[in-house]
């Protein structure tokens, strides 16, 4: 017969199996299964991978300013390091850069509903873009370095018009819930 608190019984039971409780008096023993060992590594591996994922994934939607509708002729998006050929359906970020070339027209759409139009010889950065209804956070900063831009406000001028700016080499735009054109020549002054 084997007793409980004798070595010959922890032996058989499977390391997933932990006494928690021995009561000597009655010799009664409650068994609770737990999760296998794991080194304390890999435990902390997993809980700054679980960490990551889940700051990364519930931000991404976050990060996420616009999308591109249409583009034709040569158009390409540069993000940080890296240039990428602009295709319609890719999403746009804070700080990404948009340059058409002299055959390229891009049209976007912010996720505000914002409505952005590029012509040829067009350079524009999305300098910031918070749009967060529920905690009352709006924000829409372009920087219109050359070229034409037509511009067709959504949400955000609805909501809060001093929070849309658009900066040009020759001054700044505010925005009132409004559409308009505006284009810069090779010289980077107002047309």
Do not use: W
């Amino acid at each position: 017969m084997l007793v409980a608190s004798s070595p010959a019984f922890h032996a058989l039971l499977p390391r997933s199996l932990l006494i928690d409780r021995v009561d000597r008096s009655v010799q009664n023993v409650a068994l609770t299964p737990t999760a296998p060992e794991l080194p304390l590594k890999t435990l902390l591996q997993i809980t700054v991978i679980v960490c990551l994922g889940a700051a990364v994934g519930g931000r991404a939607a976050e990060l996420v300013s616009g999308s591109i509708k249409a583009v034709q002729g040569s158009c390409s998006v540069q993000r940080g390091a890296e240039t990428m050929t602009a295709t319609q359906g890719m999403h746009l970020m804070e700080k990404d850069v948009l340059i058409t070339g002299p055959d390229g027209y891009v049209a976007v759409m912010m996720r505000d509903g914002t409505r952005l139009s590029l012509s040829p010889e067009t350079k524009l950065t999305i300098d910031q873009f918070t749009y967060d209804p529920s905690a009352n956070k709006f924000a829409l900063f372009l920087d219109l370095g050359r070229g034409v831009m037509a511009y067709v406000s959504g949400k955000i001028a609805h909501f809060s018009p001093e929070a849309v700016r658009i900066q040009t080499p020759v001054g700044s735009i505010g925005t009132r819930g409004t559409r308009f054109v505006v284009g810069l020549g090779v010289t980077g002054r107002a047309q």
